[in-house]
């Protein structure tokens, strides 16, 4: 991953503050959105958001294909 550690330890932090629960759910919704076409990115991207994260930072260096990268594996590591 093209990510500094510093930056994947703070996104997964402060993704880890919105309760698994709430994600879940939020995931049981989308699958009734007709309009996404991949669940799994739009939660991924969606839980970003939720968390008040944004890409200033990070796209100073990474463009959205590594940030997706740190994403999924946050998820994975988080057991969604």
Do not use: S
């Not at 959105?33 to 799994?40: E, F, G």
């Not at 970003?48 to 994975?76: E, N, P, Q, S």
Request: aromatic share 8%.
């Amino acid at each position: 991953m093209k990510i500094k550690p510093e930056h994947y330890n703070h996104v997964k932090q402060e993704m880890a503050k919105i309760p698994i629960e709430t994600v879940r759910q939020h995931k049981e919704n989308l699958k009734l959105d007709l309009r996404v076409k991949d669940l799994d990115m739009r939660l991924r991207w969606d839980w970003f958001r939720a968390a008040g994260l944004h890409c200033d930072v990070l796209y100073k260096y990474l463009d959205d294909t590594h940030i997706d990268t740190a994403l999924k594996k946050i998820v994975k590591e988080l057991e969604v």
